[in-house]
């Protein structure tokens, strides 16, 4: 595998269960390839946050670096579904 693939994979304890993700975003390995077995295509897997303008990163809400606990805690506090 060229190492820049590798480097978009990450495994942080507490994000997602500890399972491998997307560098920087909270969507696993595994997310992408359901959605691309679904009949998704790369093209589309992007356009997520314009079919859902009311997306917020995890990010831009200052929780980036938090685990899953403490965004579903800030999620059911502020009226958030996820």
């Not at 997310?31 to 917020?56: C, H, K, N, Y």
Request: net charge positive; with cysteine.
């Amino acid at each position: 595998m060229p190492a820049a693939s590798v480097t978009r994979i990450t495994i942080e304890p507490g994000k997602r269960g500890g399972k491998p993700c997307v560098r920087g975003l909270r969507i696993t390995v595994w997310d992408v390839l359901r959605w691309l077995g679904a009949g998704m295509t790369e093209e589309q897997i992007p356009r997520l946050t314009s079919l859902f303008p009311g997306l917020t990163h995890v990010s831009d809400l200052g929780l980036r670096e938090a685990d899953d606990k403490t965004i579903w805690d800030w999620a059911r506090q502020n009226s958030y579904t996820l």
